[in-house]
């Protein structure tokens, strides 16, 4: 593998070219030292500077043939591109066997979720079952939690929106491809389409606490505006509710024999409208760092609290959330509603608690 990447870093152009530094082929009127280097037991190289290429320009000239790839050819292409520079992943399909057949009719509403996801049917509806078991539901029939269908399906859907915008989009810049995905893939709006389209109701769970948290999260989102995307923190429940989401696309790709199209054509339509760069809107902490750079205000984190000062009127908020970037989310958030409603220069000054 170290091989391919010194070749490669042959080819990776990090700087403009510089007519002073080229040797013409074939011109012997100029003496040059070289420098040799072995890159294998075949090969051997002659250079006359060396040239440093940070791992991470590597790394990501590496991803984009990877892109390449899959974008010209076929994702198989791409495995064989990855195998062939070194990265042993070994990617052979093995059928899913659940270790106790559960009794899916009694358990969950198979018309609903048919309607729900685009006419998708499961062939095993056994697999639906466990992608809306919660791990305090304990039953001989549903002995597994949604857990594995989760963290397979979450992947999955990465895949599918990254590869919806890069092609619907084919001009925009990787930085605006990241925000629509940011935008699109993400707990709060995944909770929010759970909770719209009633999937909560059907979580399978055995918690009296966790059912008065999910409704006090539902009674959240019907006083919040529906259309933001990044409202909420990501609390337990929150995190609960959106996984449903994930689980659900997981159990589709294993049930459908690993399709990932007819993952996105079920999905797809419970997560639209899917922003456009019209629409997109910034995630907050970005936009405040956005406006405080354009408009010169001084932006800075004090005394457990997240402050702006915009031409002399301080707007503070607590940094109180469970982690530091759910905190400075909604801090950055409070203070934008702040700045907007005061149109940036007029207003009193305010300290949030």
């Keep these: 593998m170290v091989f391919y990447l010194c070749v490669f870093m042959g080819f990776i152009r990090n700087e403009c070219f510089d007519p002073k530094t080229w040797i013409i082929p074939g011109d012997n009127s100029q003496t040059y030292t070289l420098r040799k280097e072995v890159l294998s037991t075949r090969i051997i190289v002659y250079a006359r500077e060396k040239r440093t290429i940070k791992n991470k320009t590597v790394a990501d000239v590496i991803e984009a043939l990877i892109g390449v790839f899959i974008c010209t050819t076929s994702e198989r ?13 070994d990617f052979i399909y093995v059928p899913y066997k659940r270790p106790v057949p559960a ?15 685009n006419q998708y049917s499961f062939r095993d509806a056994s697999l639906l079952v466990e992608a809306l078991t919660h791990g305090s539901y304990v039953r001989p029939e549903s002995p597994t939690s949604y857990e594995r269908l989760k963290f397979l399906g979450d992947a999955v859907l990465e895949y599918l929106i990254t590869m ?15 925000d629509l995905r ?3 893939v993400n707990n709060d709006r995944y909770a929010r389409t759970a909770i719209k389209t009633g999937l909560h109701k059907h979580i399978l769970h055995d918690s009296q606490d966790l059912q008065r948290r999910i409704l006090a999260i539902v009674k959240n989102f019907k006083q919040s505006s529906q259309d933001s995307t990044f409202g909420w923190g990501s609390g337990p429940v929150i995190k609960l ?40 809107k910034l995630q907050p902490v970005r936009e405040l760092e956005e406006l405080c750079a354009k408009e010169h205000f001084d932006l800075k984190e004090e005394d457990g609290k997240l402050k702006v000062n915009a031409n002399g009127v301080i707007y503070a908020r607590r940094l109180s959330a ?27 000054p305010h300290s949030g608690v």
Excluded: C, Q
């Design 164 to 178: 919806h915008f890069y092609n619907k989009h084919p001009n925009l810049s990787s930085g605006l491809l990241t």
């Design 322 to 348: 469970a982690n530091k970037k759910t905190a400075r989310k909604t801090a950055s958030m409070a203070i934008l509603a702040k700045l907007k409603k005061n149109k940036l220069h007029r207003g009193e």
């Design 182 to 184: 940011s935008a699109s």
């Design 77 to 89: 292409a791409a495995l064989a591109f990855m195998k062939w520079m070194g990265f042993e992943v």
């Design 241 to 280: 509710v959106a996984d449903i989401i994930k689980s659900l696309a997981g159990a589709i790709y294993v049930d459908s024999g690993y399709d990932k199209e007819v993952v996105f054509r079920s999905i797809k339509p419970l997560l639209e409208p899917l922003p456009t760069p019209e629409t997109l």
């Design 103 to 117: 009794n899916p009719e009694k358990l969950v509403d198979l018309k609903f979720f048919k309607k729900l996801l």
